[in-house]
C-alpha cells in the first residue's frame, strides 16, 4: 500500500474552524465504528422532524464532509441481515482521521480510508448496527450505556497458557446499566461464513484469557461472551459447540439473534467475576 502524503498541520487547523459540533459528531461516530450507513448515521445525528426531512438533512450533512474531503462515500447494496436495500456507507478519511486527532487501526500510521473488501463491509455495519440500536435503546431509558468498543479498541492481549503472547479480537465490547446492576459483554457477530472449528477455537482462546484472570483484575468481572447470529439454526449450531466446551467455560457464553441484540445485551448477559 502506498503510504498517503502527509497532511498540513495548518490545513487541519482550517477546516477544524469550519465544522459544526453535528459535524465532529459524525467523524467521532466513525472513528468509533469504522464504517457506517447513512441511515444509521441519520438514526443516531439527526433525528428531529420527518422522517422526510432527517434523511434529507442526512444527505446534505455527509455530502459536505464528503466534499470537505472528511469522509469517503461507497455506494453499493448493502448486504447481510439487510441484504436488498442500497444507499451509500461512510468512512473517515485519513484527513478525517487528522482533523479529529487520531490514528489508523491499533494507532498506527493514517489511512487515506478505512475501507475493505465487501464482506468486512458487511460485517462492520453490523457491528454498527448494534451500536446504534443501543443508543436507541439508551435514549428510551431502556438501559445506560456505559461503555462501546469497537475493534480494535475492543481487543484484549495476554500471556497463553505457553507463555506466548494471546490477542482476544472480540467485534465489540459493551457495557450496560440497569437500575443498580452493570452488565458486560464481549461481542461476536457471526456473519455464517466461519466454520464450527473455528468457533470452537474463538471460544477456547476466551477461555484461556478467563483463566489469566487479567480481565477480572482490570475490571472485577469477565464479561459475557455473546455471540450474535443471523438465524435459529445457525444459533443452534454454535449453541451445540458451546455445549462441547468444559462445563466450568460454559456459563461464559451466550448466543441470541442479531435482531434481538440490543435488548438481550441490556438484560440477559451479566459478566462472569470468577
Known amino acids: ?25 459524525v467523524l467521532a461516530v466513525l472513528q468509533r465504528v469504522r464504517l457506517a450507513s447513512l441511515r444509521q448515521l441519520q438514526r443516531l445525528l439527526v433525528t428531529d422532524g420527518s422522517p422526510r426531512a432527517r434523511t434529507r438533512r442526512a444527505q446534505l450533512l455527509l455530502t459536505r464532509l464528503t466534499k470537505l474531503g472528511l469522509v469517503t462515500r461507497f455506494s453499493r447494496t448493502i448486504g447481510g441481515i439487510r441484504a436488498g436495500s442500497s444507499g451509500y456507507i461512510y468512512g473517515l478519511s485519513g484527513l478525517g482521521q487528522a482533523v479529529i486527532d487520531t490514528g489508523g487501526p491499533l494507532g498506527g500510521k493514517r489511512r487515506r480510508v478505512w475501507e475493505s473488501k465487501p464482506y468486512f463491509q458487511d460485517h462492520m455495519l453490523e457491528v454498527a448496527e448494534l451500536y446504534v440500536q443501543l443508543v436507541e435503546q439508551h435514549r428510551l431509558g431502556q438501559g445506560d450505556l456505559l461503555a462501546y468498543d469497537a475493534e480494535p479498541a475492543a481487543w484484549r492481549h495476554f500471556t497463553g497458557p505457553g507463555g506466548e503472547l494471546v ?12 437500575a443498580a446492576v452493570e452488565r458486560s459483554s464481549f461481542i461476536e457477530v457471526d456473519m455464517t461464513t466461519e466454520t464450527l472449528p473455528t468457533i470452537q477455537r474463538k471460544s477456547q482462546r476466551y477461555i484461556d484469557y478467563w483463566r489469566s484472570g487479567m480481565e477480572q483484575q482490570r475490571h472485577g468481572v469477565f464479561p459475557k461472551v455473546v455471540w450474535l447470529v443471523q438465524n435459529e439454526h445457525r444459533a443452534e449450531r454454535i449453541a451445540g459447540v458451546i455445549k462441547k466446551l468444559s462445563r466450568d467455560a460454559q456459563k461464559l457464553f451466550a448466543v441470541g439473534l442479531l435482531g434481538n441484540s440490543a435488548r438481550l445485551l441490556g438484560g440477559g448477559t451479566q459478566g462472569a467475576a470468577a
Not at 1 to 25: K, N
Not at 167 to 178: E, H, N, Q, S, W
Request: charged share 30%.
Open 1 to 25: 500500500m502506498v503510504r498517503p502524503p502527509s497532511i498540513p498541520t495548518a490545513r487541519v487547523t482550517r477546516l477544524r474552524r469550519r465544522l459544526s459540533e453535528r459535524d465532529f459528531a
Open 167 to 178: 490477542v482476544v479480537k472480540p467485534d465489540a465490547y459493551v457495557r450496560i446499566g440497569t
